[in-house]
């Protein structure tokens, strides 16, 4: 079982994933829902970061240094970094504040200065605000945002025919590496007889609101 699988499977036990009938911010009534802010022991975050870790290695991004966005990213940018050294990657990170500090060191961003090339670490992309913000606060210390990593693509359209993380691609002309995508919930899903009906169930909202990945 190759990493992505082994992370759907983790995110089913910790009940993360879940099947059922889930009503969207978009209002869409989807089969599944996602919650990466349910990764909230030790044992899971260290898990957690492990996939982050190999999403990374294996997309073959050049990067120098970490940046988690508030809120979420922040205990994930920190993780990622652990692990990533813990394979002999060592990477500087930061992570912003909602609101700048005018007192002690100042400023809203906590941890490495930002210089380089910077990936983003985020645990989905929705409407991708957190990205845009993310990028024009790299952009202004003068570093690169050179992609970001999300734990799960959904691969649905937003608002048009492209999905939220097809339009950052577009915007801003960066990768985005997901731990895994709806591809690999269904691959997973067909391997799983005891998920038939979650597996058509998926199916048929993909077939509905998906996008296809090389949009």
């Given at each position: ?33 996602f919650n990466a802010g349910l990764f909230d022991d030790g044992a ?172």
């Amino acid at each position: 079982m190759d990493f992505r699988q082994e992370f759907i499977e983790f995110a089913l036990n910790q009940n993360v994933l879940r099947f059922g009938e889930f009503k969207t911010k978009a209002g869409r009534l989807s089969p599944y829902f996602f919650n990466a802010g349910l990764f909230d022991d030790g044992a899971s975050l260290d898990r957690i970061s492990q996939f982050y870790a190999m999403a990374i290695l294996a997309s073959g991004t050049p990067v120098d240094m970490l940046f988690g966005p508030a809120y979420k990213g922040i205990p994930l940018v920190s993780v990622s970094a652990l692990a990533l050294a813990r394979t002999g990657h060592n990477l500087p990170f930061a992570f912003n504040r909602k609101e700048a500090k005018d007192h002690g060191e100042g400023g809203n961003i906590i941890g490495a200065p930002l210089s380089g090339r910077v990936l983003i670490i985020d645990d989905v992309i929705s409407a991708g605000t957190s990205v845009r913000e993310s990028v024009e606060i790299i952009r202004a210390a003068g570093a690169t945002p050179c992609g970001v990593v999300i734990a799960l693509d959904r691969m649905e359209r937003g608002t048009g025919e492209l999905s939220a993380v097809q339009e950052v691609r577009r915007d801003f002309g960066i990768p985005v590496v997901a731990v895994a995508t709806l591809d690999d919930l269904m691959a997973y899903l067909r391997n799983r007889p005891d998920f038939k009906q979650h597996e058509e169930a998926v199916a048929r909202y993909r077939q509905q609101y998906g996008v296809s990945l090389s949009a």
